[in-house]
């Protein structure tokens, strides 16, 4: 026992013993479970109870093998499979996913809401150019004030700090509009559209963060479930009508989506 308990520790594992130094010489015993994996529950930190409190998850060990399980903390009575709930949610996002009449449209609305910006952006460019020529000729006349000693220095000074400041803001909000070409945005947004009628297969080989920013990107407030259909209060409206398909199949209920149907083209 004068032995360090790190020591001690490294000895009894060495003869196959299974118990962990605490603090003030003494031990506890350690009980042999399956390692978790945060990527094995990727519902957990998102999925909630009826209740309102966010589930739990695990495992189970069974008589041959270790099982996965979702469960709230108020009503442990109830563990639901996180086999099953896996499937289930997977199942959901199939039936979310867009359809390729669905991108289409989408692509021509998400290039048409660019051809504006677009528009709007050279408009804004020009105004910018003669805000900046206006500005220069200003300069270039305060300066042949100074030559002719209509001014003084000190009123040079002044004014031209003034004039300054206000070509360094217009010249740095040109720049910002002339930056990015709505082109290359559109572009690159277009070559992830077709990605969109397979959520399962972008879910799938996500990581456990990367899938739970699509899962409440997709259920806008949370996502609760205590058997049978997931419930949400709304979700993200270019997924309304193909959640009709979802409920159809007992996958989902929404709670508010009466007042938001049409804001998204037909998946027919």
Sequence with gaps: WSVSSEIRWSLSRGIGGQFA??????????????????????????????????????????????????????????????????????????????????????????EAYLNGEKSSKQADITTRKKQLNDINEKIEKLENRLMKDEIDGQTYKKWLSKFSH???????????????????????????MDQLTNLKGIYSISTNDDRQLLIRGVFKHKLTYSGGPFRTP?????????????????LLDIEEANHIWESFPSCT
């Design 21 to 110: 130094p605490k603090s003030g010489g003494q031990y506890q015993r350690i009980l042999h479970s399956k390692t978790q994996s945060k990527e094995e529950f990727p519902l957990r930190g998102v999925l909630k109870c009826w209740c309102g409190q966010h589930m739990t998850a695990g495992f189970s060990k069974g008589k041959k093998k270790y099982y996965l399980y979702y469960r709230c903390i108020h009503h442990t009575e109830k563990n639901f499979s996180g086999d099953k709930l896996h499937e289930q949610f997977e199942e959901l996002l199939c039936c979310l996913s867009f359809t390729k009449k669905q991108v289409s449209q989408l692509t021509g609305i998400t």
């Design 166 to 192: 206000e070509k360094s803001i217009i010249q740095h909000n040109l720049n910002e509009n002339q930056k990015t070409g709505n082109a290359r945005k559109f572009a690159e947004l277009e070559s992830y």
């Design 234 to 250: 709304s979700i993200s409206s270019v997924f309304v009508h193909n959640s009709l398909k979802a409920k159809e199949k007992g």
